[in-house]
T-cell receptor, first 114, second 121 residues
Framework: KNQVEQSPQSLIILEGKNCTLQ??????????LRWYKQDTGRGPVSLTI?????NTKSNGRYTATLDADTKQSSLHITASQLSDSASYIC?????????????FGSGTRLLVRP | NAGVTQTPKFQVLKTGQSMTLQCAQD?????MSWYRQDPGMGLRLIHY???????DQGEVPNGYNVSRSTTEDFPLRLLSAAPSQTSVYFC????????????????????FGPGTRLLVL
């Protein structure tokens, strides 16, 4: 079954600390992997899009890594800020059942405390 | 640009009532889609459209209808609301999709609306 699993489900860190969110997928064949940030009460906003050939991609304090061999991705947040409090969603694009689809993980809820 | 807009923000319905969730985008995007988001689950695709006059079913289409008469608008209709349709609904758009098969290209970013929170009693 094509799945995208994220861990942890929730995370609390202190402002200024770093954290890493994990995404494991069983989707095959794989096209690309996306990370979205979703603030409470808002729609998801794209952070990064990574192809299978990319290992690392950064967007400011956000750095995504991808290991296509082990089907794992991570999102590292450096020097966290209160505004980083949000849900982070991993999405994999794959060719499934004769069409391309986006398969969404259930997200990691991050809370940054002062 | 307003981006993707959705109305209403909140709605309470009684079982059996019908309603239309509105979605509009001003970015001239060809591809539009509707998702629902439930606690503990990833977003699930309800219906999508690859251009005006063309719509297709997603993963969970039952109980919902869509139409696409213009590039800008993509309304979602609940024909007879059920408690199982209590959810947060998101509309999204992107510039193009590689053919009707919906290829999510490496540079294809989706833009999401703010969502409609629906409660069916």
């Amino acid at each position: 079954k094509n799945q995208v699993e994220q861990s942890p489900q929730s995370l609390i860190i202190l402002e200024g600390k770093n954290c890493t969110l994990q995404c494991n997928y069983t989707v095959s064949p794989f096209s690309n992997l996306r990370w979205y940030k979703q603030d409470t009460g808002r729609g998801p906003v794209s952070l990064t899009i990574m192809t299978f050939s990319e290992n690392t991609k950064s967007n400011g304090r956000y750095t995504a890594t991808l290991d296509a061999d082990t089907k794992q991705s991570s999102l590292h947040i450096t020097a966290s800020q209160l505004s980083d409090s949000a849900s982070y969603i991993c999405v994999v694009s794959a060719y499934v059942d004769s069409s391309y689809k986006l398969i969404f993980g259930s997200g990691t809820r991050l809370l940054v405390r002062p | 640009n307003a981006g993707v807009t959705q109305t209403p923000k909140f709605q309470v319905l009684k079982t059996g009532q019908s309603m239309t969730l509105q979605c509009a985008q001003d970015m001239n995007h060809e591809y539009m889609s509707w998702y629902r988001q439930d606690p503990g689950m990833g977003l699930r695709l309800i219906h999508y459209s690859v251009g005006a006059g063309i719509t297709d079913q997603g993963e969970v289409p039952n109980g919902y209808n869509v139409s696409r008469s213009t590039t800008e608008d993509f309304p979602l209709r609940l024909l007879s609301a059920a408690p199982s349709q209590t959810s947060v609904y998101f509309c999204a758009s992107s510039y193009s999709v590689g053919g009707a098969q919906g290829f999510w290209g490496d540079e294809e970013t989706q833009y999401f609306g703010p969502g409609t929170r629906l409660l069916v009693l």
